[in-house]
C-alpha cells in the first residue's frame, strides 16, 4: 500500500534522553513536514523539506533536529533540549504539484511522546 | 491575528441538521484551499478540496470565496459519523512549507 509509516506509535522518554521518530513514505513525494499537535490545540510545524538534504526550520523547531538523506525518509530528533515534548507528532508528505490541489499534505498514523 | 482562523465551536447539531463552518485566511496570495477531518486522537485525513467554482461531494459542499477571503464547508443530513474537529488549511503554492492549518472547528452530531 502506498503510504507514510511513522514508528513508533507509543514511545516514552526520560527526561534528558534524546529520541528518533521514523517516517517513512513510498508515494514519490518532493516535500515532507513534521508538525507536533499538543491536546485540544491545531498543528504546529516543526521542520520541513522540499528536497533531499536541504530542510528548513518551522515556527516551532528549537529542540529538534531533521535528517533528508533520502527522499523517502525524513526521521525527526527530539533533543534533551526541548523542555516539554510530550506531544502528538505528526509526519506528513506532499508532492510539489503546482495544479490545482498543488501541495495536497498526506499524514501518517502519528507518534505519541510522552516524557516520564 | 491568526494566519487561518475557524470558530473551534463546539458545534452540537442533532442528527440530519445541515451544519455550516467557516474558515478565513488572511493572505490574499493564497491559491490552494482544503477541509481535513481530524477523529480523536488520529492523524487528519484530507476530506476535499476547495475550487473557486465550488465543489461537492455527496452531502459535503465547500466553496471559495477570494473577495471576503473565506472558504466554507457546508454538510448536508449530518450522520453521527460526522463527529469530529474539522480543519481548514491554506497555501501558498510557491513554497512547500506554507501550508497553514486553522486550529479547527469541532463538530459532535446526536441522535
Known amino acids: 500500500d502506498g503510504g507514510i509509516t511513522q514508528s513508533p506509535k507509543y514511545l516514552f522518554r526520560k527526561e534528558g534522553q534524546n529520541v528518533t521518530l521514523s517516517c517513512e513514505q513510498n508515494?514519490?513525494?518532493?516535500?515532507m513536514y513534521w508538525y507536533r499537535q499538543d491536546p485540544g490545540q491545531g498543528l504546529r510545524l516543526i521542520y520541513y523539506?522540499?528536497?533531499?538534504?536541504?530542510?528548513q526550520k518551522g515556527d516551532i523547531a528549537e529542540g529538534y533536529s531533521v535528517s533528508r538523506e533520502k527522499k523517502e525518509s525524513f526521521p525527526l530528533t527530539v533533543t534533551s533540549a526541548q523542555k516539554n515534548p510530550t506531544a502528538f507528532y505528526l509526519c506528513a508528505s506532499s508532492s510539489l504539484n503546482r495544479g490545482r490541489d498543488g501541495n495536497t499534505i498526506y499524514f501518517g498514523e502519528g507518534s505519541w511522546l510522552t516524557v516520564v | 491575528r491568526k494566519e487561518v482562523e475557524q470558530d473551534p465551536g463546539p458545534f452540537n447539531v442533532p442528527e440530519g441538521a445541515t451544519v455550516a463552518f467557516n474558515c478565513t485566511y488572511s493572505?490574499?496570495?493564497?491559491?490552494?484551499f482544503f477541509w481535513y477531518r481530524q477523529d480523536c486522537r488520529k492523524e487528519p485525513k484530507l476530506l476535499m478540496s476547495v475550487y473557486s467554482s465550488g465543489n461537492e461531494d455527496g452531502r459535503f459542499t465547500a466553496q471559495l470565496n477570494r473577495a471576503s477571503q473565506y472558504i466554507s464547508l457546508l454538510i448536508r443530513d449530518s450522520k453521527l459519523s460526522d463527529s469530529a474537529t474539522y480543519l481548514c488549511?491554506?497555501?501558498?503554492?510557491?513554497?512547500?512549507?506554507?501550508?497553514?492549518f486553522g486550529d479547527g472547528t469541532t463538530l459532535t452530531v446526536k441522535p
Open positions: 508515494l514519490n513525494h518532493d516535500a
Open positions: 523539506s522540499q528536497i533531499v538534504n536541504d530542510f
Open positions: 493572505n490574499s496570495a493564497s491559491q490552494s
Open positions: 488549511v491554506v497555501n501558498i503554492n510557491t513554497n512547500a512549507g506554507k501550508s497553514t
